[in-house]
């Protein structure tokens, strides 16, 4: 390496060492390994601490400094990588204008440094002499002695909080936006910062005219003010453009939002803005402003696509807030089934169970396709993908939720094996409770299931032909029937059974005059054994219809679904002591069919189903017997004993546990918190019982829901009961039953029907999450991440 270049490395080298000693700056600290490193550390630390760039461009012109900027685009990885190259405009820098600059390059001076030099220095102390010397002249030749300890650190013009001064506007024709920053008012460009200098150099240099023409005093200010008075008129306008504007947007959405909610189609926009139109010609007739209003109905862009666009992003939008929430969670929980759509493509429907800041939530996080098979390991890949591609841990997984098919329980290949491989820890997993009741429903002996077929195959001779169909109705009606007709038996919804069979016992006279009308004859009506199957059966599924509605719907923890199934099988005990007694009370069909027609019951036989059936409820619902002590924690945390406890699947402390455990059994005020909780379950189940024996089951939707209150009671005690609270939220995770599925199936068949089978697979997996959600969209946010247009 040449002398000049060396020198002129430690000169800045040493500068910058010097100045690193006066700076905290991260950037001037650091240690960095490297010829290149170093030297951009020491350009970084001369430019930030001692401004030698601008004194040796202050020297020698801007040719020097564009010649320092070449170091950007060298980068040796050592000492020795650096060569001297031949084009390289700083290697060839002339150094004979600095050579004339330092005193020791000069045989007329002399310094004590040089003295010292002559007596033994080493090279390298020689160029440290040296860079100083070198540093004291580019210093002295500024007029200023170069005193690093009384050299300031250079601020920045941010860090100066500079204000905008209100004579300004007046001076310079400047006004103060809304970030505080100076707009011209002539030209509305807008400066960096609040500099008087950089206004007046605009003002000057750019407006000219204006200082000329409207001098400083009234001449200016009135012109001033006039430039103002314009600005805010233009602004006034622009901003009333785009609130109406935005308004018209939020209403497009709320529009398509309804619309999505009711499984209505995309063309019903246009059919909602008609009659929006129509209803307003005649609603506001007599309103001055019935112009405005008409003229931004007529505004409103519902068209099918824009609909379409509206609905794909509100469900992008509540999947976010989904996701937000996800991810500030410790437990979830997942609940997985697979349809048909109309297509006969395979969807799987995903929904999670978590306890967010606000209560319980159970959402359908994703609709996923199938394309080809539906083995357990297509599903497994389709769920993990859709999971992970929210950024969601799947650790986070606690409990699994399934309707027990092959595909989903079988050992190593189901999904529930494939993914429990994926989880770091032990899992909960759960066969369905209503689809293990309705199994248990179908242990019926064969004579009466028979006896459910002919009832079938008689509403199908009545009602599939529509002359026989017509006829029943108008029968019935002259009959002042209770029902005005029959209904069909859904196989696939079995609970259907039941409805089926109370209709067709109450119509059961209409129904032998009319078949006898037709000339159609079933010997089975007038077979008393038969009726008594019947009958016995209308009592049972009317028994099993109330438990499954009881089992439905949201807001059920997995405690109560399995304390409800085990009063079931008690009552099933009760019921055949019924039999046994021959009191039939709670077999109202069967007894009046007895004391109308003075019927000697098969007392034996029924019994025997009975008990039968109570057996298959036994032997099912094991997982959840198994762990009825954790997630009674839930309800009745002051009877917990922590032995009988599951702690494995939610990552608790349990030394921590015991101690919080012990504190809030001993503590009042907290544990009476648990004695009110059961008074409020207590009267909220007196509710629901009234409710459900009159069979007034719409009315239990509006009740205050169990997991609210759960959550309301746990989230008033404190953090510092953290490991409670942890398992208490993980238990009320837990989902029981995949109802919340087949529900959202029953939307996907209404939505992707045969008319609108063409819908494609995204498209109906944000219309199935609008409908199901109960998350809002932010309408607002939305509408002003777009642009408005007009509709045409």
Same mark, same amino acid.
């Given at each position: 390496m040449d002398k000049g270049r060396e020198r002129m490395a430690a000169a800045a080298a040493a500068a910058a060492a010097a100045a690193a000693a006066q700076c905290r700056s991260p950037r001037c600290a650091a240690e960095r390994r490297?010829?290149?490193?170093?030297?951009?550390?020491?350009?970084?630390?001369?430019?930030?601490?001692?401004?030698?760039?601008?004194?040796?461009?202050?020297?020698?012109? !801007?040719?020097?400094?564009?010649?320092?900027?070449?170091?950007?685009?060298?980068? !040796?990885?050592?000492? *020795?990588?650096?060569?001297?190259?031949?084009?390289?405009?700083?290697?060839?820098?002339?150094?004979?204008?600095?050579?004339?600059?330092?005193?020791s390059l000069d045989s007329s001076q002399s310094t004590p440094t040089e003295e010292l030099s002559s007596q033994g220095q080493s090279n390298t102390e020689k160029i440290e002499c040296q860079a100083e010397n070198y540093l004291n002249a580019l210093f002295r030749k500024k007029g200023a002695m170069f005193d690093m300890a009384t050299k300031k650190k250079q601020r920045k013009t941010e860090d100066e909080n500079r204000e905008f001064k209100v004579e300004w506007t007046e001076t310079f024709a400047f006004i103060q936006n809304l970030n505080g920053l100076p707009t011209c008012l002539i030209c509305q460009e807008k400066l960096a910062h609040n500099k008087k200098s950089n206004l007046e150099r605009h003002f000057t240099t750019k407006h000219v005219s204006f200082s000329t023409k409207? !001098?400083?005093?009234?001449?200016?200010?009135?012109?001033?003010?006039?430039?103002?008075?314009?600005?805010?008129?233009?602004?006034?306008?622009?901003?009333?453009?785009?609130?109406?504007?935005?308004?018209?947007?939020?209403?497009?959405?709320?529009?398509?939002?309804?619309?999505?909610?009711?499984?209505?189609?995309?063309?019903?926009?246009?059919?909602?803005?008609?009659?929006f139109i129509n209803v307003s010609e005649k609603l506001f007739r007599d309103f001055k402003n019935k112009g405005d209003i008409l003229k931004k109905i007529k505004e409103l862009p519902l068209s099918a696509k824009t609909v379409k666009d509206r609905t794909v992003k509100m469900s992008s939008n509540i999947t976010d807030q989904q996701v937000e929430d996800l991810k500030l969670v410790s437990s979830l929980s997942i609940a997985v089934d697979e349809s048909c759509d109309i297509n006969n493509t395979a969807q799987v429907s995903l929904f999670v169970r978590f306890v967010s800041s606000t209560g319980p939530?159970?959402?359908?996080?994703?609709?996923? !396709?199938?394309?080809?098979? *539906?083995?357990?390991?297509?599903?497994?890949?389709?769920?993990?993908?859709?999971?992970?591609?929210?950024?969601?841990?799947?650790?986070?997984?606690?409990?699994?939720?399934?309707?027990?098919?092959?595909?989903?329980?079988?050992v190593r290949n189901g999904f529930v094996d494939i993914l429990k491989e994926k989880i770091n820890h032990e899992i909960l997993t759960y066969h369905c409770i209503i689809h293990q009741e309705a199994l248990c429903a179908q242990t019926f002996p064969e004579e009466i299931c028979k006896v459910m077929e002919l009832v079938i195959n008689m509403i199908n001779s009545i009602i599939a032909k529509a002359p026989n169909h017509c006829q029943f109705k108008e029968f019935l009606v002259e009959?002042?029937?209770?029902?005005?007709?029959?209904?069909?038996?859904?196989?696939?919804?079995?609970?259907?059974?039941?409805?089926?069979?109370?209709?067709?016992?109450?119509?059961? *006279?209409?129904?032998?005059?009319?078949?006898l009308e037709k000339g159609v004859h079933y010997p089975e009506l007038m077979n008393d054994q038969w009726i008594q199957k019947f009958y016995f059966m209308v009592d049972v599924t009317s028994h099993l219809n109330q438990l499954n509605h009881k089992l439905r719907g949201k807001g059920n923890t997995v405690f109560s679904m399995l304390e409800e199934v085990i009063s079931f099988e008690n009552k099933l005990s009760l019921f055949a002591q019924d039999f046994e007694r021959e009191t039939l009370i709670h077999f109202p069909s069967l007894l009046k069919h007895r004391q109308e027609n003075n019927s000697d019951i098969d007392i034996c036989y029924f019994k025997t189903t009975l008990l039968n059936?109570?057996?298959?409820?036994?032997?099912?619902?094991?997982?959840?017997?198994?762990?009825?002590?954790?997630?009674?924690?839930?309800?009745?945390?002051l009877n917990a004993t922590v032995t009988e406890l599951n702690f494995s699947p939610f990552n608790i402390d349990i030394g921590n546990f015991e101690m919080q455990l012990l504190d809030l059994k001993n503590k009042e005020l907290w544990s009476s918190k648990f004695e009110r909780l059961c008074a409020d379950i207590e009267i909220l189940e007196k509710n629901k019982c009234e409710l459900s024996s009159q069979h007034k089951w719409s009315a239990l939707k509006h009740l205050e829901k169990e997991d609210m209150l759960i959550f309301n009671t746990w989230n008033s005690i404190p953090d510092s009961y953290n490991q409670l609270k942890k398992l208490a939220f993980a238990v009320l995770s837990l989902f029981g039953s995949t109802y919340l599925c087949e529900q959202s199936f029953s939307s996907m068949n209404l939505i992707k029907s045969k008319l609108r089978s063409r819908l494609i697979d995204e498209n109906l997996e944000s219309r199935v999450k609008l409908k199901t959600t109960t998350y809002k969209p932010d309408l607002p946010k939305l509408s002003k991440e777009m642009q408005g247009h007009c509709s045409h």
């Open positions: 490297g010829f290149r490193r170093e030297l951009d550390s020491w350009r970084h630390r001369l430019m930030h601490c001692v401004g030698f760039e601008s004194i040796l461009e202050g020297l020698y012109g !801007p040719r020097l400094r564009r010649d320092l900027s070449l170091f950007e685009d060298c980068e !040796p990885e050592e000492l *020795t990588d650096w060569s001297m190259d031949e084009k390289c405009s700083f290697c060839n820098l002339q150094r004979e204008a600095v050579s004339d600059c330092v005193p409207y !001098p400083v005093g009234d001449a200016r200010k009135k012109a001033v003010e006039e430039l103002q008075k314009s600005q805010e008129k233009s602004s006034s306008v622009f901003n009333y453009g785009m609130q109406s504007s935005n308004n018209v947007n939020i209403a497009s959405f709320v529009v398509s939002q309804e619309i999505a909610k009711r499984g209505k189609p995309y063309t019903d926009g246009e059919y909602i803005k008609s009659c939530k159970e959402e359908l996080l994703g609709l996923l !396709p199938l394309k080809g098979q *539906t083995s357990g390991e297509d599903i497994a890949n389709s769920v993990i993908e859709c999971i992970e591609r929210h950024h969601i841990p799947l650790d986070k997984i606690v409990s699994i939720s399934t309707d027990g098919a092959k595909s989903m329980t079988d009959m002042e029937s209770e029902y005005p007709d029959l209904l069909l038996h859904n196989k696939v919804r079995w609970i259907s059974r039941g409805n089926v069979l109370k209709h067709f016992a109450s119509l059961l *006279t209409e129904i032998k005059a009319f078949l059936m109570r057996e298959a409820f036994l032997n099912r619902f094991k997982e959840l017997r198994n762990s009825k002590a954790t997630l009674a924690f839930v309800k009745k945390p």
